[in-house]
């Protein structure tokens, strides 16, 4: 979400944006103010429980609805005139299905079935953004779900009551306030691929995903195929908007290059089965927190399918204020990361105060000795901690390779020459207050549990990938890599847990 300041300079800023459909009409804003209720605080109502058991809700909790259709959170909201508010709904659903819900006004449907998708985790809260009249005075504003499975957790609602519009303006076609509307940068309708013509460094996008007069299906990935938001279905005038800061560098996948350099500037992609797109603004971020990754091919901006790296899905659990600059690169060792002048040696100088720099080898460690593998990892530390940086150590996430049940030790990285590279970490984060993320050891209990057959997936597959291959992750495998390393950051209470969506 932006800040309430930033969002009333969005309003005075951004061009009007002309809109058909009578249900959306409004006036040009004159002022705006944001008032958030909260689900928990009367006189809301909640035909649930008020639980405060996922961490990541505004005030003293949220809104846990049975799992029965109609059974709804309302607030009452009190507008000061007539005239079209933006409610923004902030919302958890740790399930990977949608959860949609009719929003009532004052008893009557304003919007039926706006959707509540999966935002990943009960702890990963989201907004969507929906626009209906209000009276002047106290309203009712209804969240009332369609299916069984009932509502997501319901934080709270943000409302902004505009200026009401003139008698005239809800006769034709007028302005509206945000969103801003498709810029000129971005072209194609499926996908719609966007460029902005920047120098390398981080940047604030805002996206408004939907339309108000059509449903639409949208992914949002930038650059190499990095993920920013899993396709979200969006009903008919629901548009849900997403700030994130982008790490533009160049060449804009691998640092080295292998797969391809990619196109200097930013390009943002919006895919899926039906784009949509309602406005895009990208703006310089000012002093982000940034999280380094330094790490191999399992790590790494993959630029070609069907290969991914879990720093390239990372992005989808990361909002504003903090960026993932993905400096893996495909076949290096805890000794050529350092060496090769493409990776340590650019990275370090662009670390600043208490940015994290996650650090993962081993794949490609496979003669190295366990005191040259603890010098290579020692060196990187002190080196991250001189710039003022936070140094992490990530343990390797396992191979698939099986031995009955069980994982045999190569699956484990126990190297060519009997070195236990993950043991190592672990030891060495102890004698060095390193923390220590240990991806080995969570991978290891993931792919076991799926098993033999089913952990397939998580890797690549000749019958789905064209290719077969155990150690590199499909799209789905690096979600759940990056799934495992963020619930590392949560164990270890990094920084960037402020910034979890
Ligand atoms: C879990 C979760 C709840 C959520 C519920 C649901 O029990 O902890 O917060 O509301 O699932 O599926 O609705
Ligand atoms: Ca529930």
Known sequence: ???????????????????????VLTAAVASAAVTRYEAETSPATCDGVIESNHTGYSGSGFCNGNNTAGA??????????????T???????????????????????????????????????????????????????????TTAAGLANIDYLDVEVGASPSPSATASPTTTSPPPGRPSQCT????????????PGNYTVTAWIGDRASAGNTSMSVEARRRIVPAVTTAAGTITQYVVTINVRQPEGQPTGQGGTGTSGLTITFAGS???????????????????????STVCDQMIAPYAGWGQILPTRVSAGAVVANYGDSGESSGSFLSNSALFPTMRPLIRSNDLVLIQFGHNDKSTTASTFRGNLTTMISQVRARGGIPVLVTPPVRRRFD???????????????VNLPAEMRSLGSSLGVPVIDLTAK???????????????????????????????SEYGAGRMADLVVQGIRERNLSLVSYLR
């Open 274 to 296: 039906a784009p949509k797109l309602s406005g895009l603004t990208v703006q310089a971020a000012s002093n982000p927190l940034v999280v380094y990754l330094a790490g191999d």
């Open 1 to 23: 979400m932006l800040s309430r300041r930033q969002r009333v300079a969005l309003l005075s800023a951004c061009a009007a944006v002309a809109v058909t459909g009578a249900a």
């Open 443 to 473: 991978s290891e209990a993931l792919v076991e549990s799926m098993g033999p057959t089913n952990s397939a997936q998580l890797y690549l597959r000749q019958s789905v990938d064209g290719v077969t291959d155990n150690t590199h992750f």
């Open 404 to 418: 009955g049940n069980q994982l045999d030790a190569t699956a484990l990285h126990v190297n060519g020459v009997g």
């Open 72 to 85: 709804a959170a309302q607030f009452t909201v009190t507008a000061s005139a007539a005239g079209t508010a």
């Open 87 to 145: 409610i923004a709904v902030r919302y958890a659903n740790g399930t990977t299905a949608n959860r949609p819900a009719d929003v009532l006004v004052n008893g009557a449907v304003a919007l039926s079935g706006a959707a509540f998708n999966g935002t990943g985790a009960w702890t990963a809260w989201a907004t969507t953004t929906v626009t209906a009249s209000l009276n002047a005075g106290s309203n009712t504003i209804r969240l009332s779900p």
């Open 188 to 199: 194609g309708s499926s996908p719609i691929t966007c460029h902005f013509a920047v120098s």
